[in-house]
């Protein structure tokens, strides 16, 4: 029978605190926006020069950065057994990342914000990703792939 390790053990060489920091900050964000979006949608439409169109969208946004700020403060609790989700958001953030870079290109006149919200999606996507360190993504991709057929 196949040895189980605990499903709380943390591997020693993951830096756990360095990713809860770093998930942490970027729930912090995340929050920051979901006020922005909830609280004041017009003027943060205005400040992203974005059109106006009533404040449902926005706050539905608020919603989900709320979710995300939840989604890491869960996985900062122990990163090791939500490893998974750290993957999660280092691929959100790149494409966070590239879709506000493709619209600041795309769109005359974009507001400094919609890329400054593009760098920061890739810093905190390249701090997640160092934080993780070469066995934290050794342990992520092992834990990313199918398991072996035993037939």
């Given at each position: 029978m196949p040895r189980t390790v605990p499903f709380?053990?943390?591997?020693?060489?993951?830096?756990?605190?360095?990713?809860?920091?770093?998930?942490?900050?970027?729930?912090?964000?995340?929050?920051?926006?979901?006020?922005?979006?909830?609280?004041?949608?017009?003027?943060?439409?205005?400040?992203?020069?974005?059109?106006?169109?009533?404040?449902?969208?926005?706050?539905?946004?608020?919603?989900?950065?709320?979710?995300l700020a939840i989604l890491y403060c869960v996985t900062a609790i122990n990163p090791a057994r939500s490893l998974a989700n750290i993957g999660v958001a280092i691929v959100g953030r790149t494409l966070g990342m590239a879709f506000y870079m493709v619209f600041a290109l795309v769109t005359p006149g974009t507001q400094r914000l919609v890329v400054v919200l593009s760098v920061a999606n890739l810093v905190f996507a390249g701090w997640y990703f160092i934080a993780l360190g070469p066995s934290g993504r050794q342990q992520l991709y092992a834990a990313l792939r199918p398991p072996e057929s035993t037939s």
């Open positions: 709380d053990a943390a591997p020693s060489t993951l830096p756990i605190l360095q990713l809860r920091c770093a998930l942490i900050i970027g729930a912090l964000v995340d929050l920051l926006g979901a006020i922005k979006f909830a609280f004041f949608p017009a003027g943060t439409l205005a400040e992203m020069q974005l059109p106006p169109g009533g404040a449902f969208w926005p706050r539905y946004a608020a919603v989900f950065l709320v979710v």
